[in-house]
């Protein structure tokens, strides 16, 4: 943890950021599939309990708590957890909603069947702290299931083209993508967490007409994208930015010039709590 700005400044930083933009549009608009794969590959069902961190709008949330889970839903931002609960409330789906910090979670030893997280727990900064904490609510025999973006995929070379421009990371904090590592994850967990399923798939998103769009997209809605622009305003490097994204955005298109299509790899990664 950083020696020099306080944790809960930090958090603040990072709730503030989370809360700019408009994340939940993002969700509807290309990554809801992402949530029921997780769900699914954790083995969700009826009666378990099941914690979901840094849940955002419930991604994961919902549709585990539609298998009949008791879930609860926590994140670091209370914005979203209140766009989640609304969610969820015109779904009429019912489960808890909890302020947390995936570093130091307000819950007992062992207390949950299923600890998951959907490209959520990778944005705290200090991974050992969330593995632990993931690891410790967790009863012995449970499931911890992550799903993660990974470094060598397009979010992980998203972060590479934005870090340039980006605010100074907080000393000790680890980029987020490394999560979607394998060997991240081994050292993290240790022998704490036999991974039965170690998958690397794809999310495909054919939601934008022009490769640019994404870019635009991410300009206006994602908050750690916002957050490495608003730094370049100030440093005077705005169009530089601009122009780094959008060839990001030409060089992952695997589409056509009317027709864009990106493939953002991420790693499914579910395990029995030792
Ligand atoms: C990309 S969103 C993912 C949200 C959701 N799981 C989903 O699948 O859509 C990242 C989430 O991590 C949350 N977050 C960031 N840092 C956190 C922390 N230290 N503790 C808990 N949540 C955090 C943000 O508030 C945000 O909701």
Same mark, same amino acid.
């Given at each position: 943890m950083s020696s020099t700005t306080p944790d809960s400044e930090l958090k603040a930083r990072h709730r503030k950021m989370w809360a700019s933009g408009d994340y939940p549009s993002m969700v509807e608009t =290309? &990554? &809801? +599939?992402l949530g029921p794969r997780l769900v699914g590959a954790c083995g969700i069902g009826p009666g378990m309990s099941v914690l979901d961190v840094a849940a955002g709008t419930g991604n994961a949330s919902i549709p585990a708590a539609q298998t009949g889970a008791n879930v609860t839903a926590s994140d670091l931002t209370p914005e979203l957890l209140e766009a989640g609960r609304r969610r969820a409330e015109s779904q009429g789906v019912d489960l808890t909603w909890v302020e947390a910090d995936a570093e130091h979670l307000p819950f007992e030893d062992e207390s949950y069947d299923v600890v998951m997280s959907s490209i959520g727990?990778? =944005?705290? +900064?200090?991974h050992q702290d969330v593995a632990d904490e993931m690891v410790r609510v967790t009863r012995p025999g449970g499931t911890i299931g992550m799903l993660c973006w990974t470094p060598e995929g397009m979010i992980g070379a998203l972060f590479k083209t934005m870090g340039p421009f980006a605010p100074p990371p907080p000393p000790g904090a680890q980029p987020p993508p490394l999560w979607g590592s394998e060997d991240h994850l081994a050292k993290l967990f240790g022998d704490r967490v036999d991974f039965r399923t170690l998958e690397r798939e794809d999310l495909d998103i054919t939601a934008f007409e022009h490769p640019r769009d994404y870019g635009e997209h991410f300009r206006t809605k994602y908050g750690p994208t916002i957050a490495a622009e608003g730094n370049a305003r100030r440093n005077g490097q705005e169009s530089e930015f601009e122009e780094a994204v959008n060839s990001f955005c030409e060089e992952w298109n695997r589409g056509t010039a009317e027709q864009a299509r990106f493939e953002q790899e991420y790693l499914v990664a579910v395990g029995t709590r030792a």
């Open positions: =290309f &990554l &809801l +599939p727990a990778m =944005f705290a +900064p200090h």
